[in-house]
Antibody
Framework: QVQLQESGPGLVKPSETLSLTCTVSGGSINNHYWSWIRQPPGKGLEWIGYIFNDGGSPKYNPSLKSRLTMSVDTSKTQFSLKLSSVTAADTAVYYC???????????WGQGTLVTVSS | DIVMTQTPLSSPVTLGQPASISCRSSQSLVYSDGNTYLSWLQQRPGQPPRLLFYKTSNRFSGVPDRFSASGAGTDFTLEIRRVEAEDVGVYYCMQSIQFPRTFGQGTKLEIK
């Protein structure tokens, strides 16, 4: 059974960089689109972006693209998200998920709440 | 961006009764390969989303057969034949034909 687990600080100061890592277990990291989605408290889902296992040509949501960096470390079966210059609007539960070529997201992590506050 | 519009936003249902959720996209989700890139997810309270269906009507592993999904082009439907208590939660449709991927606002299914 594929499992994903997010990790990273739960509190980030405004203007700083939010950094999260997702560790994949129980399955190969190859041939999948490793994705990030977020959900502000009490609100709906927002697709952040994905990176393929070879690390090339990540796809980012244009609304976040200028502040986003994604990377993948296949040796550790991990992929990561960095979001710079955060504001309170970036406060959300951040999920990592496995994506397929058809775009659907079949396995999700439990999510981690990141709060942006001084 | 493709806008996904779900109706209703809230659906109170009696246990054992059917439920239906609609999702409409602002553009056709039919790709040149003939597939329609619409998926449905369920989010139970306090849980991450869970995939129910992909490419419109393909049931994901472990999803009970009381759930069904259908649709074409821009109009899609998720149906639950007889609602059970464990079905309470928020249901989302998601398009994956275009970037950025976008979700519907969510439909909250609750028991009357």
């Amino acid at each position: 059974q594929v499992q994903l687990q997010e990790s990273g600080p739960g509190l980030v100061k405004p203007s700083e960089t939010l950094s999260l890592t997702c560790t994949v277990s129980g399955g190969s990291i190859n041939n999948h689109y490793w994705s990030w989605i977020r959900q502000p408290p009490g609100k709906g889902l927002e697709w952040i972006g994905y990176i393929f296992n070879d690390g090339g040509s990540p796809k980012y949501n244009p609304s976040l693209k200028s502040r986003l960096t994604m990377s993948v470390d296949t040796s550790k079966t991990q992929f990561s998200l960095k979001l710079s210059s955060v504001t309170a609007a970036d406060t959300a539960v951040y999920y990592c998920a496995r994506g397929h070529g058809a775009g659907y997201l079949d396995y999700w992590g439990q999510g981690t709440l990141v709060t942006v506050s001084s | 961006d493709i806008v996904m519009t779900q109706t209703p936003l809230s659906s109170p249902v009696t246990l054992g009764q059917p439920a239906s959720i609609s999702c409409r996209s602002s553009q056709s989700l039919v790709y040149s390969d003939g597939n329609t890139y619409l998926s449905w997810l369920q989010q139970r309270p306090g849980q991450p989303p869970r995939l129910l269906f992909y490419k419109t009507s393909n049931r994901f592993s472990g999803v009970p057969d009381r759930f069904s999904a259908s649709g074409a082009g821009t109009d899609f439907t998720l149906e639950i034949r007889r609602v059970e208590a464990e079905d309470v939660g928020v249901y989302y449709c998601m398009q994956s034909i275009q970037f950025p991927r976008t979700f519907g606002q969510g439909t909250k299914l609750e028991i009357k």
